[in-house]
T-cell receptor
Framework: DTGVSQNPRHKITKRGQNVTFRCDPISEHNRLYWYRQTLGQGPEFLTYFQNEAQLEKSRLLSDRFSAERPKGSFSTLEIQRTEQGDSAMYLC?????????????FGNGTRLTVT | DQQVKQNSPSLSVQEGRISILNCDYTNSMFDYFLWYKKYPAEGPTFLISISSIKDKNEDGRFTVFLNKSAKHLSLHIVPSQPGDSAVYFCAASHAGGTSYGKLTFGQGTILTVHP
């Protein structure tokens, strides 16, 4: 069990640039989640996939954000035209589907700094 | 609108004593509750959970209590150890249907256990 893997660990970008993060879930997990955490706050739900289908998106996810999970394996989260307010830790998590009460397994996150 | 609140930003405890972390929620639809622990530069790690049909769940040194009428839960750690020093997040979800992975987190409590 290699756990949930996220790359890169850190990303520094200038305002207005596009960035993309990758998440590799635990291999047998068909649910994948993206969360965002800012300083002093708990993680906030952004979106989740079951296999390749994106089933729910938070109102927090503006039009500049897009997530994909081609073939139901890894996922990418892209932020276009980054703003300073996008600076945060972006966390990916996975879980088995259809297992009520199965907790989410989180990766170590990608820390984004927008200058 | 903070649906899950952890009103104590920090807690300091002596090694061997009991640590009690508290959490309040406002959404009556929440029926599944979890505690996560987070070390610096790592993602949250699942600790223990409880469903709304129970009022207590125990796992080794960790016990979670749920008081549905008060919309309050607590995590007891006994005996506390220096390795327990971390940020603890309370989380809740409405597990019915497909949303059990969509967690709402509290702001976290920093626990420091002194040797």
């Amino acid at each position: 069990d290699t756990g949930v893997s996220q790359n890169p660990r850190h990303k520094i970008t200038k305002r207005g640039q596009n960035v993309t993060f990758r998440c590799d879930p635990i291999s047998e997990h068909n649910r994948l989640y993206w969360y965002r955490q800012t300083l002093g706050q708990g993680p906030e739900f952004l979106t989740y996939f079951q296999n390749e289908a994106q089933l729910e998106k938070s109102r927090l996810l503006s039009d500049r954000f897009s997530a994909e999970r081609p073939k139901g394996s890894f996922s990418t989260l892209e932020i276009q035209r980054t703003e300073q307010g996008d600076s945060a830790m972006y966390l990916c998590a996975s879980s088995p589907a259809g297992t009520w009460g199965s907790p989410l397994h989180f990766g170590n996150g990608t820390r984004l700094t927008v200058t | 609108d903070q649906q899950v609140k952890q009103n104590s930003p920090s807690l300091s405890v002596q090694e061997g004593r009991i640590s009690i972390l508290n959490c309040d929620y406002t959404n009556s639809m929440f029926d599944y509750f979890l505690w996560y622990k987070k070390y610096p530069a790592e993602g949250p790690t699942f600790l223990i959970s409880i469903s709304s049909i129970k009022d207590k769940n125990e796992d080794g040194r960790f016990t979670v209590f749920l008081n549905k009428s008060a919309k309050h839960l607590s995590l007891h750690i006994v005996p506390s150890q220096p390795g327990d020093s971390a940020v603890y997040f309370c989380a809740a979800s409405h597990a019915g249907g497909t949303s059990y992975g969509k967690l709402t987190f509290g702001q976290g409590t920093i626990l420091t256990v002194h040797p």
